[in-house]
C-alpha cells in the first residue's frame, strides 16, 4: 500500500494512444501512483499493453469484473482521459456506460473526482453539434479540458505534439 494519491489513465482508440507510457511516466514523476482503463478497441494494439503494464506494476482493466472479483486498484483522486476520442466524449456526456471506460467516467463524475480530458478529435468531428454539446455539458459538472488536438498535419506538414503533461497540469488545484 502507498500513500501516493492514485490516477485512473482512460486511454481510448486514437494513434496518439501509442504514447501513453508519457502520460504515466509524467505522473509517477509528479508522484501519482497510476492504472489504465482503456476502451475495448483501445486494447486493439492501439498501445503496447505489456509495456504499460509494466510500467504501472498493474493490470491494464477493460472489462467489468465479476460479482466477488477484488478491485485491482483503490478508488481515484483523480481521472486524466487521453487520448479522449469522439465516440467516449459524447457517450460518456449521454451517460451511455457501456464500456468499463465509459461507465468509470461516469461514475468519476459523479463522485466529484476531478477529471481532465486531452481530446483527439479530427476536426471535421468537432465541429459536429452533438460534441460540442457534449463538451459542453461535460464541462458544466467541472471536467477540465485540454487543449484540442487534431491529429492531423499543420499546415507546414509537420504534426503537432500531443502534450500528454498538460493533463496533469488540469488536475492542480490552485
Given at each position: 500500500?502507498?500513500?501516493?494519491?492514485?490516477?485512473?489513465?482512460?486511454?481510448?482508440?486514437?494513434?496518439?494512444?501509442?504514447?501513453?507510457?508519457?502520460?504515466?511516466?509524467?505522473?509517477?514523476?509528479?508522484?501519482?501512483?497510476?492504472?489504465?482503463?482503456?476502451?475495448?478497441?483501445?486494447?486493439?494494439?492501439?498501445?503496447?499493453a505489456a509495456a504499460v503494464e509494466t510500467r504501472t506494476g498493474r493490470p491494464i482493466r477493460s472489462a467489468w469484473r465479476r460479482?466477488?472479483?477484488?478491485?485491482?486498484?483503490?478508488?481515484?483522486?483523480?481521472?486524466?482521459?487521453?487520448?479522449?476520442?469522439?465516440?467516449?466524449?459524447?457517450?460518456?456526456?449521454?451517460?451511455?456506460?457501456?464500456?468499463?471506460?465509459?461507465?468509470?467516467?461516469?461514475?468519476?463524475?459523479?463522485?466529484?473526482?476531478?477529471?481532465?480530458?486531452?481530446?483527439?478529435?479530427?476536426?471535421?468531428?468537432?465541429?459536429?453539434?452533438?460534441?460540442?454539446?457534449?463538451?459542453?455539458?461535460?464541462?458544466?459538472?467541472?471536467?477540465?479540458?485540454?487543449?484540442?488536438?487534431?491529429?492531423?498535419?499543420?499546415?507546414?506538414?509537420?504534426?503537432?505534439?500531443?502534450?500528454?503533461?498538460?493533463?496533469?497540469?488540469?488536475?492542480?488545484r490552485d
Open positions: 500500500m502507498t500513500d501516493k494519491p492514485f490516477l485512473y489513465v482512460v486511454v481510448c482508440a486514437a494513434g496518439v494512444a501509442a504514447d501513453v507510457s508519457k502520460l504515466i511516466t509524467a505522473a509517477q514523476e509528479r508522484d501519482w501512483e497510476a492504472g489504465v482503463i482503456a476502451t475495448p478497441t483501445a486494447m486493439n494494439g492501439f498501445f503496447d460479482p466477488g472479483d477484488p478491485r485491482p486498484f483503490p478508488a481515484p483522486d483523480a481521472v486524466v482521459v487521453a487520448p479522449a476520442t469522439f465516440n467516449t466524449v459524447n457517450k460518456w456526456a449521454a451517460g451511455i456506460a457501456d464500456t468499463l471506460a465509459v461507465g468509470t467516467l461516469c461514475e468519476a463524475a459523479g463522485l466529484g473526482v476531478p477529471i481532465a480530458v486531452l481530446p483527439c478529435v479530427a476536426d471535421v468531428l468537432a465541429a459536429h453539434p452533438a460534441y460540442r454539446d457534449s463538451v459542453a455539458r461535460l464541462r458544466g459538472m467541472g471536467v477540465r479540458f485540454g487543449d484540442p488536438y487534431a491529429g492531423g498535419p499543420e499546415a507546414d506538414g509537420t504534426r503537432g505534439e500531443f502534450r500528454w503533461e498538460s493533463a496533469l497540469d488540469l488536475l492542480r
